[in-house]
């Protein structure tokens, strides 16, 4: 017999030949229609994997992500099996699951459009209902070179080679297709129901733009019909959102090929982003943060010292000054440290918030660039807080506070991600035990939703990762909170302490937006550009309806300034319905109607971008109603 302990921690015999899946069975039919993989010892397994005696196993449904991702990777085969039914001569590369779907890479001379799409499915539903079994199995590398040699896929053989000589290839196969694959899969292609596929892009072999450029087919797949209508609901909303184009129609920015990945802001942009930074500057002088700036280019010796060079190198421009290597700063820390170092501490120093809106460089891959969500040039809000260990638990608190508040004013939901010690941990037990617990007691004292990443944590110290909710449901991790046990030693980071010796601070780095850009992007598709009146770059709009109104409404638009609100006179000789036509498509929050009864009066007709007419307002009244929703962050 073989004994198995579930998540509950009871315990279930069963007989010695079992398999998870035959298990799951045995204890109840109606999870068994349910799950799709299983979790062995912390590792996520196939259902066709026979029992490990002692082993700890918990049973994973489309609820989870390693669910998901099982049911999305096979789908992947599936499409990749209908691909080579449907095509000649196509060689296939890789066919992973990612967050939201998968995707397989193709190289054939044949250009695959949209318009492939409907017969890819259809294939891809004749293999469903053919419910092929999906097996496994393990070959040599001699015998995994010879099966893919002789149908020439030079991408898996290029893979194989790569492998030590001895390592056992895992193979899958469904029907007359099979893959080079390390899995896992569900049980059959009968369990892929709910599919469609996206898109079609290229993509560098390896990602290396030296290699030759393949053919991406993007899919996804869900357990349920209603689950698949849902995201490609959300996604046809996401597309209407997208940053890139909204930036574009709203003159907020752009990007140019003498600069690609290098985000250029224009007037509005800068409005946007302004105020954006003036409210992070109020919440960090209210938490007490004192502000620095580092130099953008620093020498490579420092770069060597934080481990950046060995680690990071690939990924930073570099230069030379006085025929010395510099390097230009992929991040802050390095420079925030030589602040700290610059002078002698005291115990009495801590806690030491120190906050900055760095400017950083790392080099991305071309193609992997996306509008202000992955660019070359980023600042980052960062902040180092200095500590005693006494002081770890407190000052966490604070960082979840300000957090909160950060969020909450953009009506940001958020859930926290705790992970925890890897495998190639530097530093004692005890000190990752201390501050394990410490970032787990204060978001538990906080009440806020979290999930433990068991052993995702970096090298140097645990963290918890911030996932904002949108207001179409998608999710972003912005903020951060990292406990850093490498960079004190590297630096040999001391204070003075009661004793009058010297001793290591505990130093944590941690983001709110993370990129100011990035969370720019994210606003504007949170928004659909619609921001609230207090960010909005142009907050009313002056719409005079004839030139006779004009001096009026030159007159408003000096007041409206001299008072702090943003306004835009709309000077053309349009009809006033097509002026406020274009408000509304630039997403001005208010549009004030100037005619003849207006000049006469001193009032304006106001119109809201979404309430439309709210009829004639005294012109201060008006003013000081925005001059309060600017105040209050409301609109």
Same mark, same amino acid.
Request: with cysteine; charged share 30%.
């Given at each position: 017999?073989?004994?198995?302990?579930?998540?509950?921690?009871?315990?279930?015999?069963?007989?010695?030949?079992?398999?998870?899946?035959?298990?799951?069975?045995?204890?109840?039919?109606?999870?068994?229609?349910?799950?799709?993989?299983?979790?062995?010892?912390?590792?996520?397994?196939?259902?066709?994997?026979?029992?490990?005696?002692?082993?700890?196993?918990?049973?994973?449904?489309?609820?989870?992500?390693?669910?998901?991702?099982?049911?999305?990777?096979?789908?992947?085969?599936?499409?990749?099996?209908?691909?080579?039914?449907?095509?000649?001569?196509?060689?296939?590369?890789?066919?992973?699951?990612?967050?939201?779907?998968?995707?397989?890479? +193709?190289?054939?001379?044949?250009?695959?459009?949209?318009?492939?799409?409907?017969?890819?499915? !259809?294939?891809?539903?004749?293999?469903?209902?053919?419910?092929?079994?999906?097996?496994?199995?393990? /070959?040599?590398?001699?015998?995994?070179?010879?099966?893919?040699?002789?149908?020439?896929?030079?991408?898996?053989?290029?893979?194989?080679?790569?492998?030590?000589?001895?390592?056992?290839?895992?193979?899958?196969?469904?029907?007359?297709?099979?893959?080079?694959?390390?899995?896992?899969?569900?049980?059959?292609?009968? *369990?892929?129901?709910? +599919?469609?596929?996206?898109?079609?892009?290229?993509?560098?072999?390896?990602?290396?733009? #030296?290699?030759?450029?393949?053919?991406?087919?993007?899919?996804?797949?869900?357990?349920?019909?209603?689950?698949?209508?849902?995201?490609?609901?959300?996604?046809?909303?996401?597309?209407?959102?997208?940053?890139?184009?909204?930036?574009?129609?709203?003159?907020?920015?752009?990007?140019?090929?003498?600069?690609?990945?290098? $985000? +250029?802001?224009? =007037?509005?942009?800068?409005?946007?982003?302004?105020?954006?930074? #003036?409210?992070?500057?109020?919440?960090?002088?209210?938490?007490?943060?004192?502000?620095?700036?580092?130099? /953008?280019?620093?020498?490579?010796?420092?770069?060597? *010292?934080?481990?950046?060079?060995?680690?990071?190198?690939?990924?930073?421009?570099?230069?030379?000054?006085?025929?010395?290597?510099?390097?230009?700063?992929?991040?802050?820390? $390095?420079?925030?440290?030589?602040?700290?170092?610059?002078?002698?501490?005291?115990?009495?120093?801590?806690?030491?918030?120190?906050?900055?809106?760095?400017?950083?460089?790392?080099?991305?891959?071309?193609?992997?660039?996306?509008?202000?969500?992955?660019?070359?040039?980023?600042?980052?809000?960062?902040?180092?807080?200095?500590?005693?260990?006494?002081?770890?638990?407190?000052?966490?608190?604070?960082?979840?506070?300000?957090?909160?508040?950060?969020?909450?004013?953009?009506?940001?939901?958020?859930?926290?991600?705790?992970?925890?010690?890897?495998?190639?941990?530097?530093?004692?037990?005890? /000190?990752?035990?201390?501050?394990?617990?410490?970032?787990?007691? =204060?978001?538990?004292?906080?009440?806020?939703?979290?999930?433990?990443?068991?052993?995702?944590?970096?090298?140097?110290?645990?963290?918890?990762?911030?996932?904002? #909710?949108?207001?179409?449901?998608?999710?972003?991790?912005?903020?951060?909170?990292?406990?850093?046990?490498?960079?004190?030693?590297?630096?040999?980071?001391?204070?003075?302490?009661?004793?009058?010796?010297?001793?290591?601070?505990?130093?944590?780095?941690?983001?709110?937006?993370?990129?100011?850009?990035?969370?720019?992007?994210?606003?504007?598709?949170?928004?659909?550009?619609?921001?609230?009146?207090?960010?909005?770059?142009? *907050?009313? !709009?002056?719409?005079?309806?004839?030139?006779?109104?004009?001096?009026?409404?030159?007159?408003?638009?000096?007041?409206?300034?001299?008072?702090?609100?943003?306004?835009?006179?709309?000077?053309?000789?349009?009809?006033?319905?097509?002026?406020?036509?274009? =408000?509304?498509?630039?997403?001005?929050?208010?549009?004030?109607?100037?005619?003849?009864?207006?000049?006469?009066?001193?009032?304006?007709?106001?119109?809201?971008?979404?309430?439309?007419?709210?009829?004639?307002?005294?012109?201060?009244?008006?003013?000081?109603?925005?001059?309060?929703?600017?105040?209050?962050? #409301?609109?």
């Amino acid at each position: 017999m073989v004994e198995i302990v579930l998540k509950d921690g009871s315990k279930k015999q069963f007989a010695d030949s079992c398999t998870l899946g035959e298990a799951v069975a045995q204890i109840s039919n109606s999870l068994a229609r349910k799950v799709l993989v299983a979790k062995v010892n912390n590792e996520v397994t196939d259902l066709r994997m026979p029992l490990i005696d002692g082993s700890h196993v918990e049973f994973l449904t489309f609820d989870s992500q390693a669910g998901k991702d099982a049911l999305r990777h096979t789908a992947s085969h599936i499409m990749a099996q209908a691909v080579r039914r449907l095509f000649k001569n196509v060689k296939v590369a890789i066919g992973p699951a990612i967050e939201t779907g998968f995707y397989y890479d +193709f190289d054939t001379e044949y250009r695959f459009t949209k318009d492939d799409f409907a017969a890819i499915e !259809k294939e891809m539903h004749k293999i469903v209902k053919e419910n092929l079994p999906v097996t496994y199995e393990e /070959i040599t590398c001699e015998e995994a070179l010879e099966l893919f040699g002789k149908d020439d896929e030079i991408y898996k053989v290029e893979l194989i080679n790569e492998l030590p000589a001895h390592t056992k290839i895992s193979l899958y196969r469904q029907g007359e297709f099979y893959d080079l694959c390390a899995g896992p899969h569900v049980m059959s292609t009968g *369990q892929v129901k709910a +599919f469609k596929l996206l898109s079609v892009a290229g993509a560098y072999w390896r990602g290396n733009e #030296k290699n030759k450029m393949l053919q991406r087919i993007y899919g996804t797949a869900f357990e349920k019909q209603s689950q698949l209508d849902e995201y490609i609901r959300m996604r046809e909303e996401a597309e209407k959102r997208d940053h890139r184009k909204l930036g574009k129609e709203m003159d907020l920015f752009s990007f140019h090929e003498e600069g690609p990945g290098f $985000p +250029f802001f224009h =007037a509005k942009g800068m409005v946007l982003r302004q105020t954006l930074l #003036k409210f992070w500057n109020g919440l960090h002088d209210e938490a007490d943060y004192d502000q620095i700036s580092t130099p /953008i280019i620093l020498n490579r010796r420092l770069w060597e *010292q934080s481990g950046h060079w060995e680690h990071y190198r690939d990924n930073m421009y570099f230069t030379t000054i006085d025929d010395e290597p510099y390097a230009v700063k992929p991040m802050n820390c $390095p420079g925030g440290i030589l602040v700290y170092k610059s002078n002698v501490h005291s115990y009495r120093d801590f806690p030491m918030r120190v906050a900055e809106l760095g400017l950083v460089h790392r080099h991305e891959l071309h193609g992997a660039l996306h509008g202000l969500f992955r660019v070359r040039s980023f600042t980052q809000d960062d902040a180092h807080i200095f500590m005693l260990p006494e002081q770890m638990k407190e000052e966490i608190t604070g960082v979840l506070d300000l957090f909160h508040k950060a969020y909450s004013v953009f009506g940001l939901e958020y859930h926290v991600e705790l992970s925890t010690r890897p495998e190639n941990s530097m530093g004692s037990d005890e /000190i990752w035990e201390l501050a394990t617990k410490t970032l787990q007691e =204060a978001i538990e004292e906080k009440g806020v939703p979290y999930q433990i990443n068991e052993g995702d944590g970096a090298f140097y110290g645990p963290k918890l990762d911030f996932h904002v #909710k949108d207001s179409i449901g998608r999710t972003w991790q912005c903020g951060t909170i990292q406990l850093d046990m490498l960079m004190p030693e590297r630096f040999d980071m001391t204070y003075i302490g009661e004793d009058g010796r010297k001793h290591r601070p505990v130093m944590v780095h941690r983001a709110c937006f993370g990129s100011i850009e990035r969370f720019i992007g994210i606003l504007i598709e949170n928004y659909a550009g619609a921001f609230p009146v207090w960010l909005a770059p142009v *907050q009313v !709009k002056l719409l005079p309806i004839s030139e006779k109104c004009m001096d009026y409404a030159v007159a408003l638009r000096k007041k409206f300034k001299a008072a702090g609100v943003r306004v835009e006179l709309d000077e053309s000789n349009e009809k006033i319905g097509y002026k406020i036509r274009r =408000a509304q498509m630039e997403k001005v929050p208010y549009m004030a109607v100037i005619g003849d009864k207006e000049a006469q009066s001193g009032t304006v007709s106001v119109r809201h971008r979404t309430q439309g007419d709210m009829g004639a307002v005294n012109v201060d009244e008006f003013i000081a109603k925005i001059l309060e929703l600017t105040a209050e962050r #409301k609109g």
